[in-house]
């Protein structure tokens, strides 16, 4: 079970801003799809998501189950100004692996909430015996390569050609992966 009570959590960015964390529920889709809206059309082309469309975001608030993705909300003066998403399998080979995703408002970027959020996944990822945590990004999306990279997610590979972004184009694809402390223990079950 993921420790849940640790929140809301306040954390304090470098310039002073206070942002809360908790995990979406399902009254959050105006402040989510809200959130989506302020996201410029170059970066929506980039999500592996179509976030442009509201009965998207009213889905996954339908269907949220935490075991299988949790999304981790930064809220600041009411308002989303992040989202990152850890998302894990119960059951099958990848069960040790969880795949990151994290997304910043254009008006809360570097001021340090990206790598906040990293390490709040990363902190639900060891606390959730991961071994490993995923993060695939497009390489042109350097900011979030680097972001992850500051963190101690390694570029394992980047696979050329191997996504479309919403207007059909195709861009290389960086696999970055970080590797929990007890990466290394052998018995699963
Ligand atoms: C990537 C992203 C999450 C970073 O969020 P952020 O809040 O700006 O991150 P931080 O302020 O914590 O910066 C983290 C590091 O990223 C790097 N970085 C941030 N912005 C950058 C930019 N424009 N260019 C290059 N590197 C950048 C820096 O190394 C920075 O560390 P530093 O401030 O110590 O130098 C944000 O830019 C974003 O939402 N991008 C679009 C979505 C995306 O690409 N998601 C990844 C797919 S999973």
């Known amino acids: 079970m993921l420790p849940l009570d640790r929140y809301p959590k306040e954390i304090t960015l470098r310039d002073g801003a206070c942002v809360t964390f908790r995990p979406m529920v399902r009254e959050d889709v105006a402040p989510l799809w809200d959130f989506f809206k302020r996201i410029s059309p170059e970066d929506r082309m980039y999500l592996r998501e179509d976030v442009a469309k509201r009965v998207e975001v009213e889905r996954w608030a339908r269907d949220l189950d935490y075991d299988a993705v949790l999304p981790i909300l930064a809220f600041c003066g009411g308002f989303v100004v992040g989202d990152a998403t850890l998302h894990r399998n119960r059951t099958g080979w990848k069960q040790r692996v969880g795949t990151v995703r994290i997304l910043i408002s254009p008006d809360f970027r570097h001021r340090g909430l990206g790598t906040a ?73």
Do not use: C, T, W
């Open 117 to 189: 959020m990293i390490r709040e996944l990363r902190h639900l990822g060891e606390k959730a015996s991961l071994h490993y945590l995923l993060a695939e990004v497009i390489e042109e999306q350097q900011a979030a390569v680097r972001a992850f990279e500051k963190l101690g997610f390694e570029r394992m590979s980047v696979l050329r050609n191997y996504v479309n972004d919403q207007k059909g184009n195709l861009h290389n694809l960086v696999v970055l992966l970080y590797p929990m402390s007890d990466a290394d223990e052998e018995v699963l079950y």
